[in-house]
């Protein structure tokens, strides 16, 4: 059924500024983290991933921050650019268990 | 080559009648999902199957189920559709463990 309670966060942000984007996640004993892009109309795409043993992970023009003690994630995106407007979706991973995904969040991008 | 691919992309159809979404992956992965997106884009986990055998079996209607003829395949047929049915179905897979790669989606309306 429907997600009732839950809703979209969106996240609006000037062309060309830094855009950082957070997660809450729930099992404290998970150990591997990744962030998904959505775009309009398609499936959710693989942007970068981190494991429990690091803090910090840097991609192109994204940055994965994970704070272990809070249960946060965040992913940061460099530059923010139009085509960056999408669905971000982090996901966390017990090993032997399935990925389960966090409420998403809209990026929307302002000219 | 398209990696997880979803037929239909889009399917309209009554309430009550019996309709099925076909998947495939040429990846080689072992496992193979089912998610539920709903409209305020929450992604939720139905199904997976690793090696034909279904693995997880969330709390859907039991009017959903899911049939694997080999492990490039995992299609979802739905009996007596409901309009709450509605929503975005997506196909993934993954090698166990490891991180899902997603189809573009099927649309389903029920009117």
């Known amino acids: 059924g429907e997600s009732v309670g839950l809703h979209l966060p969106t996240l609006s942000v000037q062309e060309g500024d830094n855009s950082i984007i957070n997660c809450a996640y729930s099992?404290?004993?998970?150990?591997?983290f990744i962030w998904y892009k959505q775009e309009s109309g398609k499936g959710p795409q693989f942007i970068i991933d981190i494991r429990s043993n690091m803090d910090k992970r840097q991609g192109q023009r994204v940055t994965v921050l994970l704070n272990k003690t809070v249960k946060h994630l965040s992913l940061q995106i460099a530059a923010t650019q139009p085509g960056d407007s999408a669905v971000y979706f982090c996901a966390e991973n017990m090993e032997g268990q399935n990925f389960v995904f966090g409420p998403g969040t809209r990026l929307s991008v302002l000219p | 080559d398209t990696a997880v691919s979803q037929t239909p992309k889009y399917l309209v159809t009554q309430m009550g009648n019996d309709k099925s979404i076909k998947c495939e992956q040429n990846?080689?992965?072992?496992?193979m999902y089912w998610y539920k997106q709903d409209s305020k884009k929450f992604l939720k986990i139905m199904f997976s199957y690793n090696n034909k055998e279904l693995i997880i079996n969330e709390t859907v209607p039991n009017r959903f189920s899911p049939k694997s003829p080999d492990k490039a395949h995992l299609n979802l047929h739905i009996n007596s559709l409901e309009l709450g049915d509605s929503a975005v179905y997506f196909c993934?897979?993954?090698?166990?463990?490891?991180?899902?790669?997603f189809g573009q989606g099927t649309r389903l309306t029920v009117v």
């Open positions: 990846l080689g992965h072992d496992t």
């Open positions: 099992n404290s004993a998970s150990d591997y």
């Open positions: 993934a897979s993954t090698q166990w463990g490891s991180l899902p790669f």
